[in-house]
């Protein structure tokens, strides 16, 4: 589906492509992009917007049970992408929900505002006084980026201080705000809104400095990479979305264990710090939950709970039951 904005046209887009084949080498990379923009984007989807299309089937749901010592714990895969077509969602992580006692997110939304937001990703978003993207990029990757932000009505001195990692996470963001996605309607946001209603706790697994922090340690060279992949998987970005989340509306393991982990083997360490080391940190924190008394229903990106290294087969290394609903 062509980008539907006055300003980024399916016209634009084939005028752009030429552009990528010119400045970059590599062949467009979106499917290699989906994981690692998806790390992040639940928390653009609270300070922007974005959100996609699925119907809901009969099939088994990106959603995973832990028997716990006396207790339940419901791993939920969340792309934080869905649209009103999404609605209702299958009755069993309704079911999941209502089970629940406390609700676990990534970070404890409670905490999270624009004001947070900005606080804590201005430290490692954005370059200090003295250094821009014109200081830090090649020429040819400034001539890509030069012809591609007019597409978005963007200038190039508008970005010219965010880092590369964070620019490559906008326009990713943008591209699928330009499809009509809308934030409202999105998994972790209908959850934690029910959570609220309910009166039910709301965790996080890790902080917002945390995630801030994911990416602060690329230096010029990997943050440009990471840039230039985003840009060149930018044309086909909203159809692979779309690809996602029918993998998740049917809870296709397979499917979305192929399209969340291109980087574990084509980019290992990016992987690693995107998702590895942030799952082998939450797994402890799940066997806690496991031991206690109470029912948990924990939200998480669904590129952490499929895939050898996901929170699901870890925690099966570990030897708990986990069953997918």
Request: glycine fraction near 6%; include cysteine.
């Amino acid at each position: 589906m062509p980008i539907k904005d006055t300003n980024a046209s399916s016209d634009k887009w084939e005028a752009y492509r030429p552009l990528i084949r010119r400045c970059t080498s590599e062949q467009p990379t979106t499917q290699k992009r989906i994981a690692r923009t998806l790390c992040l984007l639940g928390l653009f989807l609270l300070w922007q917007s974005c959100a996609a299309t699925s119907q809901v089937g009969e099939s088994k749901a990106t959603l995973w049970k832990v028997q716990g010592d006396h207790n339940s714990v419901y791993l939920l895969g969340s792309i934080h992408v869905l649209s009103k077509q999404a609605y209702p969602l299958k009755p069993v992580l309704e079911r999941a929900f209502d089970d629940a006692s406390q609700v676990v997110f990534e970070i404890d939304l409670t905490r999270f505002t624009q004001k947070s937001f900005k606080e804590e990703f201005s430290r490692t978003a954005f370059y200090p006084p003295g250094q821009s993207l014109s200081k830090k990029l090649t020429p040819r990757t400034m001539e890509l980026l030069k012809g591609l932000l007019p597409l978005y009505g963007w200038s190039l001195q508008k970005v010219e201080r965010l880092k590369p990692w964070f620019l490559a996470e906008a326009l990713s963001s943008r591209t699928l705000e330009m499809v009509g996605f809308s934030d409202r309607l999105g998994i972790d946001l209908y959850f934690y809104r029910k959570a609220k209603a309910a009166g039910k706790p709301v965790l996080g697994l890790e902080t917002l400095r945390d995630q801030a922090e994911i990416f602060d340690r690329f230096n010029d060279e990997q943050n440009e990479q990471y840039l230039l992949s985003t840009l060149s998987g930018l044309p086909a970005y909203a159809e692979m979305i779309r690809q996602l989340v029918n993998a998740w509306r049917d809870g296709d393991v397979e499917s979305l264990d192929r399209l969340l982990n291109q980087d574990q083997k084509a980019d290992p360490a990016t992987h690693d710090v995107l998702f590895s080391r942030r799952n082998s940190k939450w797994v402890p924190e799940i066997e806690r939950f496991a031991h206690g008394d109470a029912n948990y229903l924990i939200i998480v990106g669904a590129g952490h709970l499929v895939g050898v290294d996901g929170v699901v087969a870890q925690l099966r290394r570990a030897g708990y039951s986990v069953q997918q609903l």
